[in-house]
């Protein structure tokens, strides 16, 4: 089998198959995974290190690096793929609740540097715990200023 360059979405670049990463491979079907459902532009499959019973990830199968370089289209047909995905985790496992995981970026413990969404079936009193801190986030700037800033930012104005 001819191996084929990976188009990056939106950017008309291709990645050149021996330095792509292993989500890739899994989306175009030449890397290992427990698949549980695919379609034309999203495929979705078991982590290696699940954090609870039926953690999936869901992946969209053009290389994107993160949720910030996600274009609005395949943003929709992600959000699709995760609610049909999250919609199967519930039915087959009956959690009493879900978490529907994305980082970005090494703060936020990104690990994987293309995008994925964690879909984490979750128990009352499971291994996991609250993922909220117990103690709020220090409000050094007044919600006010915070508030008015984001708003001028996606407004495009500052």
């Keep these: 089998m001819t191996k084929q360059p990976i188009r990056i979405a939106g950017s008309g670049r291709a990645v ?13 079907g030449t890397g290992s995974a427990k698949i549980v459902w695919s379609d034309e532009h999203s495929v979705a499959f078991l982590p290696l290190n699940p954090a609870a019973k039926g953690h ?3 992946v969209p199968k053009a ?7 996600l274009d609005d289209q395949l943003a929709a047909r992600l959000a699709h793929s ?3 995905v999250a919609r199967g985790v519930r039915e087959a496992l009956q959690p009493d609740g879900l978490n529907v995981i994305n980082s970005a970026g090494k703060a936020a413990s990104q690990t994987v540097w293309h995008l994925h969404m964690h ?3 979750r128990w009352h009193d499971d291994a996991i715990g609250n993922i909220w801190p117990e103690n709020p986030a220090d409000k050094g700037e007044s919600e006010d200023v915070v508030a008015h800033l984001v708003r001028a930012a996606l ?3 500052s």
Excluded: M, Y
């Design 63 to 69: 290389h994107v690096k993160d949720i910030w370089s």
């Design 82 to 84: 995760v609610l049909t």
């Design 119 to 121: 879909v984490v079936p």
């Design 16 to 28: 050149d198959e021996d330095n792509e990463c292993q989500f890739c491979a899994i989306g175009r």
């Design 56 to 58: 999936t990830l869901v």
């Design 155 to 157: 407004s495009g104005s």
